[in-house]
């Protein structure tokens, strides 16, 4: 039996992206929301889901990218085709600053 769960995932947003890039000196937060589909496809103990959620999670760990193309990029075609990507309906907020 296989299962998929669509969901957001939001972080701090102050990964260091564009190397040299000083943040230490702004104030509030950037933070970042990207969508993750996690799929139980061969789990069959929840050691083995738990584990396959995880590598779903670390792969995505470059999730602010998904946000620059969406909401920034000039290529309307890219931007339309994230825009109209089916939306998760529940966010989980990952562990780290603030």
Known sequence: MSYA???D????G??????????????GRFTTIFPVLLQLEHATT?????????????ASQAGYWYGMLRY?????EVTEKLR???QAEVCFKLPGPG
């Open 5 to 7: 769960l669509l969901i």
């Open 9 to 12: 995932l939001e972080d701090h």
């Open 14 to 27: 102050r990964e260091e992206i564009l190397e040299g890039v000083d943040l230490s000196h702004t104030v």
């Open 46 to 58: 929840p050691a083995e889901a738990l584990k396959s959620v995880k590598s779903s999670c670390v």
């Open 72 to 76: 920034l990029s000039q290529d309307m």
């Open 84 to 86: 109209t990507l089916p």
